[in-house]
């Protein structure tokens, strides 16, 4: 009984810990941020992407060591981006250079490693994790990401 308990204190322990670090980068900034436009049409096409998908992409970076790319969007319109919270639709990111293609994962316990739901929210950023097996991708390469009918080229991955 007394192993149980302990287990159960250790667990939880663990999981505050890791919210309150969830916090912390949330707070400060260092899971977030602005995809910042290189050229003058990124400014079209993060237009085009509001009006047809619904979305403003936040972040595309590296993450865990280079082993998972970090794909962030903010819904502004929930209709629109129904497609990017489908859970029937498996994503994909491209490496243009190569034409490797990058999927997510989908571990027995925490399932895949993206954010899905039944109804999407106004406002709130969501996140993919792109597999990176062999660190292919790196920081600089151009990528497409594709979920369902959504295409998006030419994204930099910072």
Request: aromatic share 6%.
């Amino acid at each position: 009984m007394k192993t149980r308990s302990r287990t159960i204190k250790a667990i939880v322990s663990t999981l505050s810990i890791c919210a309150v670090i969830w916090a912390t980068c949330i707070g400060t900034g260092c899971v977030s941020g602005r995809v910042s436009p290189g050229n003058e049409s990124a400014g079209a096409e993060a237009a085009a992407l509001r009006d047809k998908w619904g979305i403003e992409i936040t972040s595309l970076r590296m993450s865990g060591h280079g082993r998972l790319i970090d794909f962030r969007y903010r819904v502004l319109d929930p209709e629109k981006a129904a497609v990017m919270g489908d859970r029937k639709v498996s994503p994909s990111m491209i490496e243009q250079a190569t034409g490797t293609k990058l999927v997510i994962p989908n571990t027995p316990k925490l399932g895949p490693l993206r954010q899905s739901a039944m109804r999407l929210e106004k406002g709130k950023v969501y996140f993919m994790l792109f597999a990176n097996s062999g660190r292919l991708v790196k920081s600089g390469s151009q990528v497409t990401i594709v979920i369902g009918d959504f295409k998006v080229r030419d994204l930099t991955v910072e």
